[in-house]
């Protein structure tokens, strides 16, 4: 595994595999990697013959009183689990490398209407961090796809749009969100958690499951569900920020033309702020017309 520091070495390396023809597979990531990162590496080992990590703790998508300085930094522990995957290109560049301006004099990539909603309204200028630090990689890496999991299911929808509207010539993969035995979707940050209040944590997938379940069985009432749910979530111990039941392509309210809802929720367990997702297809015709009661 070849690791790069610079924009020039990494895309001087990756031009010589390209001229030999090699299809090149890319996972970004901000490190302390876990199962679930690897999952995806996983994946763009199937999908491609070069796979390029990065690992860059991008200071833009975190806002005011969010944990920037304290973002676990296992740069060591990344190289040998990356290594012994078959990673072939890791890419950790330095802020200055990303953001030669400076932030404050950079240009910025906002995706409308997406990124303005369930985790865009609780994280102001989160998904604008997100968005403009991708398109960067995208354009220093020139991959032919990109691997992102679904645990952060809003994230990948605006990365989709993104690459949609503004005609990036790159294939977005998304794979399923990995779990532990008890159902808590992998994280960074389920290191923060105490002993207590990981044992409590699993209650937020136990939550939107029951919701899934709820409207397969054919109950359509989906304020009474979120308030419900919330208030589960409250007398778990959780201070639940969002549960939203949306359309899943448009994260707008579900309708009689939605065929695939996602239940996403967002809460913190003491100062650690936990994210999770649930899908439901739907026949559009006859499941929404059970679920209208028709």
């Known amino acids: 595994m070849r690791t790069y520091t610079?924009?020039?070495?990494?895309?001087s390396a990756l031009r010589a595999h390209r001229d030999e023809g090699?299809?090149?597979?890319?996972?970004?990531?901000?490190?302390?990697?876990h199962e679930?990162?690897?999952d995806?590496?996983?994946k763009a080992r199937q999908l491609g013959d070069i796979v390029v990590v990065s690992i860059f703790v991008n200071p833009l998508q975190f806002g005011p009183n969010e944990d920037l300085d304290a973002?676990?930094?296992?740069?060591?522990?990344?190289?040998?689990?990356?290594?012994?995957?078959?990673?072939?290109?890791?890419f950790t560049p330095r802020v200055e490398d990303i953001y030669p301006q400076g932030m404050e004099a950079q240009t910025i990539v906002h995706v409308p209407e997406l990124g303005d909603t369930l985790c865009g309204s609780s994280r102001p200028g989160h998904f604008d961090g997100v968005t403009t630090v991708v398109s960067k990689l995208f354009n220093i890496v020139a991959p032919d796809v990109?691997?992102?999991?679904?645990?952060?299911?809003?994230?990948?929808?605006?990365v989709r749009r993104m690459v949609r509207d503004l005609c990036v010539p790159v294939e977005i993969v998304g794979?399923?969100?990995?779990?532990?035995?008890?159902?808590?979707?992998?994280?960074s940050r389920n290191g923060y958690l105490t002993r207590e209040q990981r044992r409590i944590a699993p209650v937020l997938h136990q939550t939107l499951n029951s919701c899934r379940e709820a409207i397969a069985c054919g109950f359509d009432n989906f304020l009474q569900l979120e308030s419900h749910a919330r208030m589960k979530l409250l007398q778990a111990g959780f201070d639940p920020d969002y549960f939203a039941i949306r359309d899943a392509v448009t994260l707008r309210a579900v309708?009689?033309?939605?065929?695939?809802?996602?239940?996403?929720?967002?809460?913190r367990l003491g100062k650690t702020r936990l994210i999770d997702n649930v899908r439901l297809a739907l026949n559009p015709v006859s499941d929404w017309g059970m679920l209208a009661g028709g």
């Open 146 to 158: 990109a691997v992102f999991g679904e645990k952060d299911f809003q994230q990948l929808s605006i």
């Open 71 to 90: 973002y676990p930094r296992t740069l060591a522990a990344d190289k040998e689990k990356l290594f012994a995957e078959g990673v072939q290109v890791l």
């Open 22 to 33: 090699r299809r090149i597979a890319f996972v970004p990531t901000m490190g302390n990697l």
């Open 40 to 42: 995806l590496v996983r």
């Open 255 to 267: 309708t009689e033309d939605t065929e695939e809802i996602a239940i996403l929720a967002a809460a």
């Open 36 to 38: 679930g990162h690897l």
């Open 175 to 187: 794979v399923s969100t990995s779990r532990d035995r008890d159902g808590l979707a992998l994280s």
């Open 6 to 11: 610079t924009n020039a070495q990494l895309q």
